[in-house]
């Protein structure tokens, strides 16, 4: 007897090796630090974070509202934003713990690693991205069947993709040191 779940976690394999040969490194190198570094320096951490988890938000509310439809055609916009999203978080954490906000592709990398609790070592491998890719897809994947009723998988959506993004900002922060509410730094 074959297992149909098997096929979906090599689906989900093939992915995420796409997704961690390029698709990471376009998403970093597509994001201003420089209009991060503002807008933590303007609103202050938790603000700037609570604004990306509102977009997140945004992006999976649209692509659950029409059921199959909206899903079909939203679910890579979404999936995209929701990574991004979550970069920009990254990058406004690193920034505003540590006062400079320009950083390599591979230090990112390595914290974005830490905060989904896999262990980086001393060098980015493909094999850490592949983890991370999975993850994400596998975190992602879980909420697609509850977006297929119209309205409500709206509302799944959107507060997945806010929680989603809120859930790895504080995992960041604990990771670089940073505990309970910020106040605007000026640099």
Avoid: W
């Amino acid at each position: 007897m074959k297992l149909p779940f098997k096929r979906t976690r090599t689906d989900i394999k093939q992915y995420a090796v796409k997704l961690s040969n390029d698709g990471f490194k376009q998403i970093f190198d597509h994001i201003d630090q420089l209009n991060i570094k503002r807008g933590v320096d303007k609103m202050g951490l938790d603000k700037f974070i609570n604004q990306c988890a509102y977009l997140a938000a945004g992006s999976g509310a649209i692509s659950g509202s029409g059921g199959i439809i909206t899903m079909v055609v939203g679910m890579p916009v979404d999936f995209i934003n929701l990574i991004t999203q979550q970069f920009r978080v990254t990058m406004a954490t690193m920034y505003y713990s540590r006062g400079t906000y320009k950083i390599s592709f591979e230090e990112f990398m390595g914290l974005v690693a830490t905060s989904f609790k896999i262990e980086a070592g001393v060098a980015m491998t493909k094999t850490v991205m592949e983890s991370i890719a999975e993850k994400l897809l596998l975190a992602f994947g879980v909420r697609t069947a509850e977006r297929l009723i119209p309205v409500v998988g709206a509302v799944i959506g959107g507060t997945a993709n806010y929680l989603f993004v809120k859930r790895m900002a504080d995992s960041v922060k604990k990771s670089q040191g940073i505990n309970g509410p910020t106040e605007v730094k000026v640099f």
